[in-house]
């Protein structure tokens, strides 16, 4: 973060300010001194973040080497934790879970939330209606979310009697108690949560696309897939790079909705590294090794923190 | 000839509306059947459910799940809870963060860009590597099993998101305005109060509707420093419930209602401000 940081030191204000002659030179004075309240306006919530996040990060670094049972003192055993992970099976099918979560939720929410954006875009009678609906969910928490789709999947309940309506009876399943499709069945209500979300940043990025390139392409001759193709999708390009930060650091995080319906079971098979870290910490008393799968996520997660700031940084001109 | 090719095109032009109609309206129906099927659900009698089936058609009509959760279920409580963690922290959490963002985006602090973003890489951290550390702070603080030890933790956690929100949009008032101010002897707590604070408000209501939500909904800070049940906000307390009332979908149903109410109280009230919240947010 430092590096991203000291890369370019000059705010855009002052450079705007500056001429070119004395762009090397010392800064020039201005006439506004920073007032001790304006400090203090920085200071408190700066002091509140470093206590609540900052300093528990540091900890949370640390505590990864440990091994801790929360009642006796920490034991520091460099990296015994990431070792044992090497050959532990629930890390493993954690990961995978993990990656696979990343993949299908993320992708799938990018894809459908695009696909509802391109067919809501246009303002037209009862769009306002459309929108809504698929936005409704994103406002529910993601127990409540899980809950009503737990009520879908039960025996007796929406899913099977649809199957069984339409034929597909040999189809029906205990949807949540089967380790084959426990984690997919997870996956659906995030989606449809999610994908509302993701309609919602694509329509804003669809909103701000020029129509003249649009008008001047269909007077050359381009069809459909080609506007899409040349015009849609590199103009989509900052939306882009937004929805799959918030993306990556949505499913590094998905915690609530997979523990309000499987807790990650059965047999972990839909555990996922943050259900895993939140059981192995406060269900087993395991805090060291706990620690040690948070930072497994924060390495994880790294890349789209640093490449956020990094945009977050150019455009904070 | 150019008469009959208008026709053709004003038809094809009204299928288009048709099936654009027609495939909106089957995903909408989609997306809000669950939520039909909930609040149907939870209006039935479980001898209803029992007999029926919780995919059959309703024969019954009781608010009786309602009153199990919300007085045996104890959401009542946790509805309580729940708003007063929330509206504190919201409050808070967009002055604190009002603030920094004034001071950040109308003064030339040293290092502004900096603390910028170490504040928003304080939020994007993701809340895992938190937890352990967060929960043993609040023990030592005597605040473990507080509602105060969520409502800090939501603050501190929160601010730097908002901070970075705020920033751009406060950089984007005319310097003038200040200056003025400034001539007139203003102070700066006049300023930011009397001159900025009012210019911001657009952005203030999105970042409220938008975190009047994140913060309701939060399951995951709540069971890191909370233990008791009585503590519990909402979305805790319907975990809970679906342990306490296992099988029992109009009781679980009905929580559920409870539980996204508000939000989707807030939502549909002030739906512009949350759209635009999520896109201040995103695109900044």
Redesign the interface.
């Known amino acids: 973060?430092a590096a991203?940081?000291t890369g370019n030191p000059v705010?855009g204000?002052?450079r705007e300010r500056r001429t070119a002659k004395e762009d090397n030179g010392p800064r020039r004075k201005?006439s506004?001194r920073?007032?001790p309240?304006?400090?203090a306006?920085?200071l408190?919530?700066?002091l509140?973040?470093a206590?609540?996040?900052?300093?528990?990060?540091v900890?949370?670094?640390y505590?990864s080497l440990t091994e801790w049972d929360g009642v006796s003192a920490p034991r520091f055993i460099g990296l015994g934790n990431f070792r044992e992970m090497l050959h532990d099976d629930i890390f493993r099918t954690a990961v995978l879970d993990t990656v696979l979560w990343l993949l299908l939720f993320g992708g799938l929410s990018a894809l459908l939330g695009l696909g509802?954006a391109l067919?809501?875009q246009q303002e037209?009678r009862?769009?306002g209606?459309?929108r809504?609906?698929?936005?409704?969910?994103?406002?529910?928490?993601?127990?409540?979310t899980a809950?009503?789709?737990?009520?879908?999947y039960?025996p007796?309940?929406?899913?099977?009697?649809?199957l069984e309506s339409v034929g597909l009876g040999s189809l029906t399943h205990a949807w949540l108690a089967d380790q084959d499709t426990a984690l997919y069945a997870v996956i659906v209500p995030a989606l449809?949560r999610q994908i509302?979300?993701v309609m919602?940043?694509y329509i804003?990025?669809l909103k701000g696309i020029d129509p003249v390139l649009y008008e001047a392409s269909k007077v050359d001759g381009a069809s459909r897939w080609q506007r899409f193709r040349h015009i849609t999708l590199p103009q989509l390009r900052?939306?882009n790079a937004?929805v799959l930060s918030?993306i990556v650091?949505d499913s590094?995080?998905s915690?609530?909705v997979v523990?309000?319906l499987t807790r990650g079971g059965p047999y972990h098979s839909s555990e996922l590294?943050?259900t895993y870290?939140?059981s192995t910490?406060?269900q087993s008393l395991r805090?060291g090794y706990?620690?040690a799968?948070?930072?497994v996520?924060?390495v994880l997660?790294f890349g789209?923190?640093a490449s956020?700031?990094v945009r977050?940084?150019r455009?904070?001109d | 000839m150019s008469a009959t090719s208008g026709s053709a095109t004003a038809t094809r032009r009204k299928l288009a509306t048709a099936g654009f109609h027609l495939g909106a309206g089957a995903l909408s129906v989609l997306w809000l059947l669950p939520i039909a099927l909930v609040l149907v659900t939870s209006v039935r009698s479980f001898d209803d459910i029992a007999a029926n089936g919780l995919g059959g058609l309703p024969h019954s009509f009781t608010l009786d799940g309602f009153r199990q959760a919300w007085v045996d279920g104890g959401q009542q409580r946790a509805l309580i809870n729940s708003m007063l963690v929330t509206v504190p922290t919201v409050l808070a959490t967009l002055a604190l963060a009002s603030m920094a963002a004034f001071a950040l985006s109308r003064y030339e602090l040293p290092l502004r860009r900096t603390l910028l973003l170490v504040m928003l890489g304080g939020n994007l951290l993701p809340p895992q590597i938190l937890l352990i550390p967060v929960s043993r702070i609040s023990e030592t603080l005597g605040l473990y099993d507080t509602l105060y030890a969520l409502i800090g933790v939501q603050i501190g956690f929160g601010v730097g998101f908002y901070v970075f929100v705020l920033y751009g949009f406060m950089r984007s008032i005319p310097v003038e305005i200040q200056q003025a101010a400034v001539i007139d002897g203003a102070s700066p707590w006049q300023i930011y109060w009397r001159i900025v604070l009012p210019l911001t408000k657009p952005a203030l209501a999105a970042l409220s509707a938008l975190s009047f939500t994140w913060i309701f909904n939060d399951l995951l800070w709540a069971i890191t420093v909370l233990r008791t049940d009585s503590q519990m906000p909402i979305t805790a307390s319907l975990i809970g419930l679906q342990g306490q009332y296992v099988s029992m979908w109009n009781v679980i149903a009905a929580g559920s209602v409870i539980a996204a109410a508000p939000t989707v109280a807030v939502f549909l009230r002030f739906q512009r401000h949350f759209v635009a919240g999520l896109n201040l947010g995103a695109v900044k």
């Open positions: 973060m991203v940081v705010a204000e002052e201005r506004t920073v007032p309240v304006v400090l306006f920085v408190v919530p700066l509140a973040e206590f609540w996040v900052f300093w528990p990060a900890q949370g670094f505590l509802a067919l809501l037209r009862g769009v209606f459309y809504a609906a698929l936005f409704l969910p994103v406002v529910f928490s993601l127990v409540a809950l009503v789709w737990q009520a879908m039960q007796d309940g929406l899913i099977n009697q649809a449809w509302g979300y919602i940043l804003a990025g900052s939306v937004v918030v650091i590094l995080r915690f609530d523990w309000a590294l943050s870290m939140y910490a406060f805090l706990g620690s799968l948070a930072v996520i924060f997660a789209v923190i956020y700031l977050a940084f455009e904070a």
